[in-house]
């Protein structure tokens, strides 16, 4: 080992000092440039909007909103223009760390979403709580971009996510454009007013269960001085290409305090990160035997059941709901059981968005779609929809899609499938209903629902019922997607009791 002289070494450190170059100035990085540009936008926007202290005065406020909802993914048919839903409104409490999320349609509760001081659970309750996971990811989310001044806090409280895009011009305006990734890693893309400084749109990027990437946006607008602190009383939302929400702020109120009792934790309240994301992977489900070779999935989704039968030759899924990942879980769940057959066909029973959402994960892995002519397009979309953020895989270029009109059949004896098209009903125009005759049961999506309870049919359940009686088919069960198995005479006399209340009025 050399061994160097330490007068010698502190010699040539001293030489090498007379001649080094004095350096230059270290060059901004271009991401720290653009984060810096950002806080410069986002620092303009807090000043138009009343300040910090103006904004912070939210952290103890009560609002509430009124909405016009069109109901996505919801109409007669793939492509027409959702309809429009009865006007609801919005309340939010927020006081620091917890908030009360109330959701009504005319003077009815249909859900309020609690999180408490810590975040550490969440609680949803009211009698529309069907998807409490996705519900508890999406509210507090919903609740930030409702008003332009709590995203623009949220923004300036994630300073490492920030950067600037430089700016924009459209419709004769400019917009500074900053993005950051919130909380939970969606990315939001902010447009703020270079005249005023005011927020105009808030955009996200999702990936959506049919059209994968997918732009949800809010526009703000009526800026008007509260006390203070400038907010927007008109608010779009969009989602895609389409109109999903028109809100009017009806009120803000500054220091009000929810009631205590909505923040003492339920039993049932769900543990965690409220905004955490719900699970994508596959999930093992429970599956019960009906017959030999007939499967039911109950709760495939919350609330969602589906079925399988299997064939020589391959098996037959029914029903195709909410999401890839369920859609997933259904997958792995045949699977186990059924390692050696091969899913072949899978049957949405209607293109509804909550029914069509799983399409894509029979889609790339080859399963032909079964369904009737007017859905064939929709389908092909879905398959060749790009995906880049959630769903695993991208687009797929060929899809096997198969169609009947008026009913079609698989299978023999008590696996017998009898596929038929309901439609036109008032709840879309085409709607696929499976009877089994070896078990007199019958399994349908929407025009049916069961929770225990024999109540008066509505339009739909009335309208599917005349369908029914022109097939004479032989029932004695009816198995609902929503909810519990029916007798043939439980449907019945609902049917019997909605005839009734259809005269009265």
């Known amino acids: 080992m050399k ?83 009865p006007p609801g409104s919005v309340i939010m409490h927020a006081e620091g760390g917890r908030a009360v999320f109330e959701n009504y349609q005319g003077e009815n509760l249909t859900f309020r979403f609690v999180r408490d001081p810590a975040g550490s659970w969440a609680h949803i309750s009211g009698p529309n709580t069907v998807n409490e996971v996705e519900l508890a990811a999406a509210i507090p989310f919903l609740s930030r971009v409702t008003l332009s001044p709590m995203i623009v806090r949220e923004a300036t409280e994630r300073p490492e996510a920030l950067r600037s895009l430089g700016s924009e011009s459209s419709a004769g305006s400019t917009f500074d454009v900053v993005t950051y990734a919130d909380p939970v890693g969606r990315q939001v893309t902010l447009y703020f007013d270079a005249s005023s400084g005011l927020l105009s749109r808030a955009e996200t990027v999702a990936d959506h269960a049919q059209f994968g990437d997918q732009v949800t946006a809010v526009d703000f607008s009526d800026y008007r001085d509260l006390d203070g602190l400038q907010v927007p009383h008109k608010l779009v939302r969009r989602q895609g290409d389409l109109v999903a929400a028109q809100t009017t702020l009806t009120s803000l109120e500054f220091g009000v305090t929810a009631d205590p009792a ?88 209607h293109y509804h968005f909550d029914h069509s959402g799983g399409l894509y994960g029979y889609v790339r892995e080859g399963v032909t779609i079964v369904t009737t002519p007017g859905n064939e397009e929709f389908v092909r979309e879905v398959a060749a929809a790009p995906r880049t953020l959630g769903s695993p895989g991208g687009g797929v270029d060929h899809v096997s899609v198969e169609t009947f009109v008026g009913s079609r059949s698989f299978g023999e004896g008590s696996r017998r499938v009898e596929l038929y098209d309901v439609g036109p009903n008032p709840h879309v125009d085409e709607i696929i209903v499976a009877y089994l005759p070896g078990l007199d049961l019958l399994f349908v999506a929407d025009l049916f629902s069961f929770q225990g309870d024999v109540n008066p049919a509505n339009q739909n359940a009335l309208a599917f019922a005349e369908k029914l009686e022109e097939l004479d088919l032989d029932l004695a069960t009816v198995l609902p997607v929503h909810g519990e198995r029916a007798t043939a005479e439980q449907f019945w006399e609902s049917v019997r009791l909605g005839q009734e209340q259809a005269e009265e009025n």
């Not at 909505?262 to 543990?271: I, V």
């Not at 709760?299 to 909410?322: K, W």
């Open 262 to 349: 909505l923040f003492e934790k339920p039993e049932d309240a769900t543990e965690g990160q409220p905004i955490a994301l719900p699970p994508t992977g596959p999930r093992e489900l429970e599956v019960e035997e009906l017959a030999e070779g007939v499967f039911l999935v109950p709760n495939a989704a919350p609330n969602y059941n589906a079925m399988f039968v299997v064939y020589d030759d391959g098996i037959l899924v029914l029903e195709t709901p909410q999401t890839p990942a369920v859609s997933q879980a259904v997958i792995a769940t045949i699977r186990k059981q059924l390692p050696d057959v091969p899913i072949r066909w899978a049957v949405p029973t």
């Open 3 to 85: 061994r160097y002289c330490r007068t010698a070494t502190i010699a040539v450190a001293a030489a090498l000092s007379v001649v080094r170059p004095t350096p230059a100035v270290a060059q901004e990085s271009d991401a720290l440039s653009k984060q810096r540009e950002a806080q410069e936008v986002l620092d303009r926007a807090v000043g138009a909007l009343g300040g910090p202290e103006a904004i912070g005065r939210l952290k103890t406020a009560r609002v509430e909103l009124a909405s016009t909802l069109a109901n996505v993914g919801q109409g007669a048919t793939p492509g027409t223009p959702p309809a429009e839903q």
